[in-house]
């Protein structure tokens, strides 16, 4: 019996490697939609949005491990992804409190810049907010 084709799902941060292992697939929320990569997908380049990184857990069905991550872009080639970004967490690595905490004072600067008229206060209180529910949002799968 041949021996079934992986592929290699990287992600990495300006603080170093945060995940790597061997699937049969992966999934990445792009900003153009969502793409599943199996082992000896065309190369391509893409990039994520604020959400989740899914590898499918070798041997189950449908079991999968979700990574966080703040955008950032995936390459695939030669039967490894590698997703580049500033920030990623392990869905168990998550400390949900801290993610709370996150979210609130994103919506506190949220509605500051609103009354404030504040353009660029805005969009980085939106991308915080998106980040922390994000963080929120994996936890508690």
Not at 12 to 34: H, N, Q, R, W
Not at 105 to 130: F, I, W, Y
Request: glycine share 4%.
């Amino acid at each position: 019996m041949a021996e079934q084709s992986v592929l290699t799902v990287n992600i990495v941060t300006p603080d170093g490697s945060v995940y790597e292992e061997k699937t049969t697939m992966a999934i990445f929320k792009t900003t153009v939609g969502e793409i599943g990569v199996l082992p000896n997908h065309i190369p391509l380049l893409a990039s994520l949005q604020i959400d989740e990184v899914r590898v499918k857990i070798d041997g189950t069905d449908d079991k999968f491990e979700e990574i966080a991550v703040s955008g950032g872009f995936v390459e695939f080639s030669k039967n490894i992804a590698t997703v580049v970004a500033n920030s990623a967490e392990l869905k168990e690595n998550i400390d949900s409190d801290r993610a709370e905490r996150a979210r609130k004072r994103a919506e506190e600067k949220l509605a500051r810049a609103k009354q404030e008229h504040d353009v660029d206060t805005l969009r980085r209180a939106e991308v915080s907010l998106r980040r922390a529910v994000n963080r929120l949002n994996i936890s508690k799968h």
